[in-house]
């Protein structure tokens, strides 16, 4: 396992913004705008073209696009709660609260 791993500490910094500091002190900062455009849940990741966790009998998208929440609000993190020992989850300003973030998923997003 990485020595950053497991985090010792995540701070919400703004609603823009957490700082993670890590086992071995270091820290890094993610913005809500990276956190959000990378969500892993299944949702968000058929939205970015990958198909990995659709159903194969899954029927015909609408062509309807219904805009429930503008933009900013969707990038406006409102919470973060644990899961287990193994991750976080957190809650946006359009009410999305499904993708947990793994620790080691942090890690990596801290370091592309």
Known sequence: MNSKLPPKEIRKLSEHEIQVTWADN???????????????????????????????????????????????????????????NYAIALEWGDRHDDGIYTWPYLLELVQS
């Open 26 to 84: 270091s820290i890094n900062q993610i913005t809500s705008e990276v956190l959000r455009k990378l969500c892993p849940c299944a949702v968000c990741k058929a939205e970015r073209g990958d198909t990995s966790h659709e159903k194969p009998l899954s029927p015909k998208k609408s062509s309807l696009s219904i805009v429930e929440s503008t933009r900013e609000e969707s990038v406006e993190l409102k919470t973060i709660r644990g899961v287990g």
